[in-house]
């Protein structure tokens, strides 16, 4: 049987031999890509500021941090209900509260719910780009100038991507962040592999200065590189193995999730990242390839969905919308069965009015998307799942 699997990195040899000198010259946590990574961010973000950290979330943390130092006096922070839960980790741990507000068809905050739920106690909104999907950044921007409302340009999942405009995500704002952990658009490895805090707004540069520029040097980055290699990279091979390997190697069965301290991204993962972005623009067509074979082979079915399409739109991953009552996880296992790799989409955060995220969290799937699929393969996985449909009892 032929296997259709998940992609969590689109790495080449490249990627491997930067591994292999870091870890031969032991220079895993500090060296050279640190600073040569932030001089070709700071040169692409320009005129806006950035500093790099290990996780996208605790850039999230900074900015809000800084945004209640100014405004003590406000603590709610506006989220879409559909998102990355590290998100609603991260205001948590700031001791602020999150608000949902609904999405919108393409999962991104909708403008007007984000308006409506505005108090006296908003402090801030965040605004992702779903799965590299941009969302109304420019509205968004407008309407929290307008209230004196901070901005949180989410990029994590986009870099590299810029509105119709022609304006890089992450810009728009008070502050953007980024991130380059597993299925992201640049990869560098997993739990706390890279992030980054993109200073829009120069009142705010003093302040992420003193935050950033003390981080901690990053540690432990090998357990979490063997991690990324077992479960994801190579999961093909390894299958289920990992505990073995974990026992063997430490003695005991943990996994690398442990490490959730606050640090500088590694100099390992930096020297991944340099080679990820010289191929950047590469990975994009392609992946914009595959978005555009999925939806011709979808476009004339009545039961699965594909909301974010647009020709010529990069998305990092294709999640797909099947009918109404359907049962993801019997289609996961389904779908797995006949070798093809599925996973679900985010579980809604909801509050009274999210109505269109509590759906999507029941209906949408993620299906494989790597940059080397071809159009025989997609066109397969497109005919597994509607099979899979028609067996659970969905005709079209
Ligand atoms: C992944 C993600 C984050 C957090 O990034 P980490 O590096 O995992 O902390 C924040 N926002 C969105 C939209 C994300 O997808």
Redesign the pocket.
């Known amino acids: 049987m032929k296997h259709y699997r998940l992609s969590f990195a689109e790495w080449s040899k490249t990627e491997y031999l930067v591994i292999l000198r870091c870890i031969l010259s032991g220079k895993i946590n500090q060296g050279k890509h640190l600073s040569a990574l932030s001089r070709q961010l700071i040169e692409y973000y320009s005129p806006s500021q950035i500093y790099l950290s ?7 943390e900074v900015a809000l941090k800084i945004f209640h130092g100014v405004r003590p006096e406000r603590n709610q922070v506006i989220i879409p209900a559909y ?2 839960p ?2 609603v980790q ?1 205001i948590h741990a700031c001791g602020l509260i999150a608000v949902s507000v609904d999405v919108e068809d393409d999962f991104n905050l909708d403008p007007m719910a984000m308006h409506a739920a505005f108090s006296p106690w908003t402090l801030a909104v ?1 605004a ?3 799965y590299g999907c941009p969302a109304k950044i420019e509205q968004i921007e407008q309407i929290c100038k307008d209230a004196e409302i901070f901005l949180i340009d ?1 990029a ?2 986009v870099m590299g991507v810029s509105t119709n405009n022609g304006r890089l995500l992450g810009t728009f704002g008070d502050v953007g ?1 980024l ?3 597993q ?2 658009t640049i990869v560098t490895g997993i ?5 980054a805090l993109i200073i829009n707004n120069i009142r705010h540069s003093d302040a992420a200065k003193l935050m950033m520029e003390t981080l901690p040097p990053s540690s432990n980055r090998i357990n979490a590189l063997i991690d990324f290699f077992w479960n994801y990279l190579w999961s093909a091979f390894t299958g289920n193995s990992y505990y073995y390997l974990c026992r063997l190697l430490w003695g005991v069965g943990r996994r690398s999730d442990e490490n959730n301290q606050h640090s500088m991204i590694s100099n390992l993962e930096a020297g991944i990242a340099l080679v990820q972005l010289a191929k950047l623009a590469e990975i994009k067509i392609e992946k914009i390839r595959v978005a555009e074979l999925y939806y011709g082979n979808l476009k004339n079915s009545k039961m699965i969905e594909f909301p974010q399409y647009q020709e010529g739109r990069y998305l990092a991953r294709i999640m797909l919308k099947l009918p109404e009552m359907v049962d993801l996880k019997t289609v996961k296992e389904k779908l797995k069965i006949k070798g093809v790799g599925s996973r679900l989409g985010y579980k809604s955060f909801h509050s009274e009015n999210t109505k269109n995220s509590e759906n999507l969290s029941l209906r949408l799937i993620g299906v494989p998307c790597g940059s080397n699929m071809t159009s025989e393969e997609i066109e397969a996985v497109c005919k597994i799942l509607q099979i899979t449909l028609n067996e659970i009892g969905l005709h079209s």
């Open positions: 290990n996780y996208g979330h605790h850039a999230i998102i990355c590290s998100v991260a965040i992702p780009h779903m989410d994590a999942q962040i991130s380059f952990a299925s992201k739990r706390g592999s890279g992030g």
